[in-house]
């Protein structure tokens, strides 16, 4: 499978970076293909500025802002998004990632009338999103889990009708330890290495 | 009272645009306090730079980057939110907002691993939104922004203070009715403050 792997964190040598290594690992033990897409090392600008709000409903393709991104995501057969939970969501350069290259004719499409919008990332049949958290598994889901939902419902919507979802998270990174995060590690490669 | 007004809308012609800026002259015409956040407008970057990353423990210096955002939240008594809802989350202008200004020693503390929220000199939360999709696909998703504002934000204010939640759903299947009860409702919401 054509696995799109989408890493988000500010500093190289964290443990987040640890983790996207795991998972990539394991994906390539599977024999998947990876296609690592790092959104601060790219520089990625999340803000989303008035003349694509304006254009956004009438969005096409061939005026997609971002072709190369728009071209890797249509080529995915899988997506792995690597970041870390701050404040129960996505950091804003990879919400703002979502905002400004899933957009209206490369992910859905809007009806003239009522009903739903239909989607065209029917080709996605893998959806996972491998996190830390500081806040604990039960305030994480009392919360609601918000980054885990806006992806694996909200994107997942836009993908194939059987796309499997995964979901790892390592809870209170405040108080992790050598042994906690080595174990996460082990069970993020492992996992991953039997997609 | 001090009322801090966020908003994050890029273009000024929007409906979202429209309720800030009524919300805005209603707010100052009541008699309050009202300190502006436009986001859009002070070109703020929402992204937390690696420097940022480092030092985000560290009580003494981890506000200096954003020091006036901070001080104006710590004088408040009341947020009011102003933004769309895209993507079931918050456009990342304000996402990055939350992710830099509600800092450990700002919004919470960290004791032996645990998180203590602290905001409590706001005393009243009231969030304005637009989505694009309809309250049951969005109720689907799981609501992130809503699940957000009723708990996590409720949690990190004056315990027991009151957060309203106004929404209008299905923007794309509005009119000019729809969006005009919604005002109204907005007005009243402002009128409780």
């Given amino acids: ?195 | 009272m001090r009322i801090l007004l966020v908003h994050a809308h890029p273009v000024a012609s929007s409906f979202n645009a429209s309720l800030f800026r009524m919300s805005l002259d209603r707010l100052t015409e009541a008699g309050h306090e009202v300190d502006v956040i436009d986001l859009y407008q002070d070109g703020f970057d929402p992204v937390m730079s690696e420097a940022e990353r480092l030092t985000y423990h560290d009580t003494a210096i981890n506000r200096q980057p954003v020091e006036d955002y901070v001080e104006r939240l710590l004088a408040a008594q009341a947020l009011v939110l102003v933004y769309p809802v895209w993507n079931y989350g918050y456009p990342a202008i304000l996402k990055g907002w939350f992710d830099r200004v509600f800092l450990p020693g700002v919004s919470f503390g960290l004791v032996g691993g645990k998180v203590q929220p602290t905001l409590h000199n706001i005393e009243k939360i009231l969030v304005v939104t637009s989505y694009g999709g309809s309250r049951f696909r969005s109720w689907l998703m799981g609501d992130p922004p809503r699940k957000i504002a009723n708990r996590m934000l409720r949690a990190t204010i004056k315990p027991g203070a009151p957060v309203t939640y106004l929404a209008h759903y299905a923007m794309n299947l509005s009119t000019p009715e729809t969006r005009q009860a919604f005002m109204t409702r907005v007005e009243r919401a402002l009128d409780k403050i």
């Avoid at chain 1, 696995?3 to 443990?15: A, G, Q, R, T």
């Avoid at chain 1, 970076?17 to 033990?29: M, N, T």
């Avoid at chain 1, 190369?68 to 804003?92: C, M, N, Q, S």
């Fill in chain 1, 1 to 195: 499978m054509r696995i799109l792997v989408v890493f988000c964190h500010p500093v190289p040598e964290s443990f987040c970076a640890a983790v996207r290594d795991a998972a990539i690992s394991g994906l390539e033990k599977a024999g998947h293909e990876i296609d690592l897409l790092d959104l601060y090392a790219e520089g990625f600008d999340p803000v989303m500025p008035a003349d694509e709000r304006r254009r956004y409903n009438e969005m096409k393709l061939a005026d997609h802002p971002f072709p190369d991104h728009a071209r890797r995501l249509k080529a995915a057969e899988g997506l792995i998004f690597v970041y870390p939970t701050w404040w129960y969501g996505l950091p804003a350069m990879l919400k703002g990632w979502l905002d400004r290259v899933w957009t209206g004719d490369l992910t859905f499409e809007i009806p003239d009338g009522p009903g739903s919008i239909r989607p065209l990332m029917t080709h996605v049949n893998l959806l996972g999103v491998i996190t830390t958290c500081g806040a604990p598994r039960w305030w994480s889901y009392v919360v609601g889990h918000p980054g885990k939902r806006t992806i694996l419902r909200g994107m997942r919507a836009l993908c194939g009708k059987r796309c499997r979802r995964v979901f790892m998270a390592h809870y209170m990174m405040d108080k992790s330890t050598p042994q906690t995060r080595a174990t996460y590690l082990a069970a993020v490669e492992k996992r991953l290495s039997k997609l």
